[in-house]
């Protein structure tokens, strides 16, 4: 489920749809934690779908750490990519904004940590990326881990109004490591290496 202060809108004719922020999300703030209503397909669930169906779920889904594809129900689908993206996927079935985020801008994600299948070209945002490969999550879990360790700091500090659909021994095991000062499960976690 998407933050709450967010909504769909036009971006533009290259990019097409995006997640926006109606009001200030700080940082350290959940953006978005998988819940129950998120579909969870097998290869072979989408092998047997009709083929308009199979291209949904390429284009809106993303694939976890078990090879699984994730669809999201809600405006989390509508998530773009950016290689200076706002919010990081935790190790822990949510994401969180890596810096604020203010009113009309967008939601963005890294897709390096998606687990694509195949690279592709993004939008060049002057980063020194302008490809997305599918091992870019081996690449970069140091830096997207350090962000995250940042990000966490504010974690107990900002309003979380998805903070109650985090399962709560998810969430001991997060404020646990945050009151004692230990390193956060890696991003590295999420990586899924196809057979």
């Known amino acids: 489920m998407m933050h709450p202060d967010t909504e769909v809108r036009f971006i533009n004719e290259v990019i097409g749809y995006g997640v926006v922020a109606k009001k200030f999300i700080p940082r350290g703030t959940i953006t978005w934690v998988q819940d129950d209503l998120d579909r969870i ?3 072979a669930e989408v092998e047997n779908m009709h083929p308009e169906m199979q291209q949904q779920v390429e284009k809106f889904s993303f694939r976890n750490n078990k090879g699984q594809l994730v669809l999201c129900w809600d405006q989390a689908k509508y998530v773009n990519h950016s290689f200076n993206a706002t919010c990081l996927s935790s190790a822990y079935d949510f994401e969180i904004a890596v810096r604020d985020i203010q009113p009309g801008e967008q939601l963005t994600d890294d897709y390096g940590y998606l687990n694509i299948s195949e690279p592709f070209k993004a939008v060049d945002e002057g980063t020194g990326r302008d490809t997305v490969y599918p091992d870019d999550l ?3 879990h140091e830096k997207w881990d350090k962000q995250l360790q940042e990000a966490f700091q504010s974690f107990e500090t900002v309003e979380q109004p998805l903070k109650n659909l985090v399962p709560t021994p998810v969430l001991e095991k997060v404020l646990k490591s945050l009151r004692e000062n230990r ?5 590295l976690n999420l990586y899924y290496k196809e057979k």
């Open 41 to 43: 397909l097998t290869a």
């Open 183 to 187: 390193p956060l499960d890696s991003i």
């Open 138 to 140: 081996l690449k970069f």
